[in-house]
């Protein structure tokens, strides 16, 4: 009797999570750029160097941030990155070169990042950050689970991007960062509201806000020009 009524607690806590639904909202880019966007139209055409980094990092369980690996990475960045190069009028050429943790142990891509650094007219860094709360979406998940996700529980990401200009000699330029945020909230019913507000689309919102407004203040700014 007691193993009967052991099963059928399990299936009604399976049942329960099988139920969970969640709703993402993103919250507005602080850093915005406001001003009129100008074109850069009639400049010499420059050729560029794009670096990045993407990281991540939960905060009070990792000790620093980690480089996300190729799988990791978010899905589709490649066309983010070519559709916010539509910002730039006078990028004549550029290469790519993505950061990994074990470029450390890998002399030839290391050799061919400096090579590359050294034959562009600008490098532009990009570096991608997203963060969470260790302490926040433990005791999260502890709640869901006692409630059997009755309970709207909401988890938070942050995200942040930084950007760095340097010109062919190694001198830094401008700086530009931006910052946003992810509340994904759990609950049973909000499987309702998912299809209006899917995690993945949300995350994808903020890279692309992220590339379109800094290329843009760049573009504006005049700063990809030759001296």
């Given at each position: 009797m007691k193993v009967k009524n052991l099963i059928f607690k399990m299936f009604i806590l399976y049942f329960a999570f099988s139920l969970v639904g969640c709703a993402t909202f993103k919250s507005e880019i602080k850093g915005r750029f406001d001003s009129t966007v100008g074109k850069n139209y009639g400049a010499d055409g420059v050729s560029v160097f794009f670096v990045f980094s993407h990281l991540n990092q939960t905060k009070g369980y990792d000790a620093i941030p980690k480089l996300d690996d190729q799988r990791q990475r978010i899905w589709g960045f490649d066309d983010f990155f070519q559709d916010a190069l539509n910002e730039f009028s006078?990028?004549?050429n550029y290469s790519t070169f993505t950061d990994y943790a074990s470029d450390v142990n890998d002399p030839e891509r290391r050799a061919m990042k400096d090579s590359l650094m050294l034959t562009h007219d600008f490098?532009?860094?990009?570096?991608?950050?997203?963060?969470?709360?260790?302490?926040?979406?433990?005791?999260?998940?502890?709640?869901?689970?006692?409630?059997?996700?009755?309970?709207?529980?909401?988890?938070?990401?942050?995200?942040?991007?930084?950007?760095?200009i340097l010109n062919s000699k190694g001198h830094l330029i401008k700086n530009?960062?931006?910052k946003a945020s992810l509340t994904k909230w759990v609950q049973t019913f909000l499987i309702?509201?998912?299809?209006?507000?899917?995690?993945?689309?949300?995350?994808?919102?903020?890279?692309?806000?992220?590339?379109h407004d800094i290329f843009k203040q760049i573009e504006t700014e005049k700063v990809l020009k030759k001296l």
């Amino acid at each position: 009797m007691k193993v009967k009524n052991l099963i059928f607690k399990m299936f009604i806590l399976y049942f329960a999570f099988s139920l969970v639904g969640c709703a993402t909202f993103k919250s507005e880019i602080k850093g915005r750029f406001d001003s009129t966007v100008g074109k850069n139209y009639g400049a010499d055409g420059v050729s560029v160097f794009f670096v990045f980094s993407h990281l991540n990092q939960t905060k009070g369980y990792d000790a620093i941030p980690k480089l996300d690996d190729q799988r990791q990475r978010i899905w589709g960045f490649d066309d983010f990155f070519q559709d916010a190069l539509n910002e730039f009028s006078n990028i004549k050429n550029y290469s790519t070169f993505t950061d990994y943790a074990s470029d450390v142990n890998d002399p030839e891509r290391r050799a061919m990042k400096d090579s590359l650094m050294l034959t562009h007219d600008f490098v532009m860094k990009i570096k991608f950050m997203r963060e969470k709360s260790f302490t926040t979406h433990f005791l999260g998940k502890i709640a869901s689970t006692l409630s059997l996700t009755l309970l709207p529980i909401p988890y938070t990401y942050s995200y942040s991007i930084d950007v760095n200009i340097l010109n062919s000699k190694g001198h830094l330029i401008k700086n530009y960062s931006r910052k946003a945020s992810l509340t994904k909230w759990v609950q049973t019913f909000l499987i309702f509201v998912y299809p209006f507000h899917p995690e993945k689309r949300k995350k994808e919102e903020i890279y692309v806000e992220f590339l379109h407004d800094i290329f843009k203040q760049i573009e504006t700014e005049k700063v990809l020009k030759k001296l």
